[in-house]
């Protein structure tokens, strides 16, 4: 049985760091491509980063870029994403969510984890 469970959220003051955690279990960690979304209240969940190919760029949502860092270690199968300079947009619950890297669908998903920006 596959599962991902997000941890590292929390509430923050605007301008400060969190670092999410993804921690995977009942998979090849390393057969999968990791990726992180977001779903702010009344909007729709939308990417924030990942990678399309396993040697390929990571991409970021651009306005993430320059401030959000994702990461994986595979010994530990575990994903990360580093937040910085964290703003009162970013307030939202963020899942991470794995795919094969042969395919394009992510079939597997984090409960997720709240991220609340202070002003």
């Known amino acids: 049985q596959v599962q991902l469970v997000e941890s590292g959220g929390g509430l923050v003051q605007a301008g400060g760091s969190l670092r999410l955690s993804c921690a995977a279990s009942?998979?090849?960690?390393?057969?999968?491509?990791m990726a992180w979304f977001r779903q702010a209240p009344g909007k729709e969940r939308e990417f924030v980063s990942g990678r399309k190919y396993i040697a390929g760029n990571v991409y970021y949502a651009d306005s993430v870029k320059g401030r959000f860092t994702a990461s994986r270690d595979n010994a530990k199968n575990t994903a990360y994403l580093q937040m910085n300079g964290l703003k009162p947009e970013d307030t939202a619950v963020y899942y991470c969510?794995?795919?094969?890297?042969?395919?394009?669908?992510?079939?597997?998903w984090g409960q997720g984890t709240q991220v609340t920006v202070s002003s």
């Open positions: 969510a794995a795919r094969l890297w042969t395919y394009t669908e992510y079939d597997y």
């Open positions: 009942g998979l090849t960690f390393s057969s999968y491509a």
